[in-house]
């Protein structure tokens, strides 16, 4: 199946610790992009790397730190998490220039911190 | 602030009805603007896209219609049917580069 998967899809872990999130695309897309969405399910972009280089850094604590080995995969490494880090995490991926310039996201994983 | 403004934040129509979404932006450098469709636990989905260039465009029983000079556009739904029960998230981008998002409408179709 094309898509964009990204694991776990629930997290459920204590104050303090430092968890990853992965996201893997097989879609040939160079554009690889982190969303939180909120409780009130408002999208706010995080990060978005075109072939393994960050060109969207947003306001996020630097708890957050993204890593992308390569253009079909992008991580998401969060230390020392606090309790309003529980969201649902997006990855999605696009194509860059493309005539439909649409996203394509994954599942969500949701964060809960405790 | 928020670059798109999306309203109602919430909708309910009865099935068969139509149901209209609204948005309007300031930034007259976008060129591209989605819906996106999300149901719960799951990612939201490109649902149908206009340009700048066209003032409405038709996917079945999904229209946009886009108002360039008023800077608005809005999506409707015809005959609305239980299973379009979702979030609606408007979006406009300049290019493809990123993603502004507007804070989503959440529909009921009620039978």
């Known amino acids: 199946d094309t898509a964009v998967s990204q694991t776990p899809k629930y997290l459920v872990t204590q104050m303090g610790n430092d968890k990853s999130i992965k996201c893997e695309q097989n879609l040939g897309h160079d554009t690889m992009y982190w969303y939180k969405q909120d409780s009130k399910k408002f999208l706010k972009i995080m990060f978005s790397?075109?072939?393994?280089?960050?060109?969207i850094n947003e306001t996020v604590p630097n708890r957050f730190s993204p890593k992308s080995p390569d253009k079909a995969h992008l991580n998401l490494h969060i230390n020392s998490l606090e309790l309003g880090d529980s969201a649902v995490y997006f990855c999605a991926s696009s194509l860059i220039p493309d005539t439909n310039y649409g996203y394509t996201f994954g599942s969500g994983t949701r964060l809960t911190v405790v | 602030q928020q670059q798109v403004k999306q309203s109602p934040q919430s909708l309910i129509v009865q099935k068969g009805g139509i149901s209209i979404i609204n948005c309007a932006y300031e930034n007259t450098a976008f060129d591209y603007f989605p819906w996106y469709q999300q149901f719960p636990g799951k990612g939201p989905a490109l649902l149908i896209a206009?340009?700048?260039?066209?003032s409405e465009k038709k996917e079945g029983r999904f229209t946009i219609s886009f108002n360039k000079s008023a800077k608005q556009f809005s999506l409707h739904i015809m005959d609305s049917q239980p299973g379009d029960s979702a979030t609606y998230f408007c979006?406009?981008?300049?290019?493809?580069?990123?993603?502004?998002f507007g804070t989503g409408t959440s529909l009921t179709v009620i039978p």
């Open positions: 979006a406009a981008s300049i290019s493809g580069n990123q993603f502004y």
């Open positions: 790397y075109n072939n393994k280089e960050l060109i």
């Open positions: 206009i340009r700048p260039d066209v």
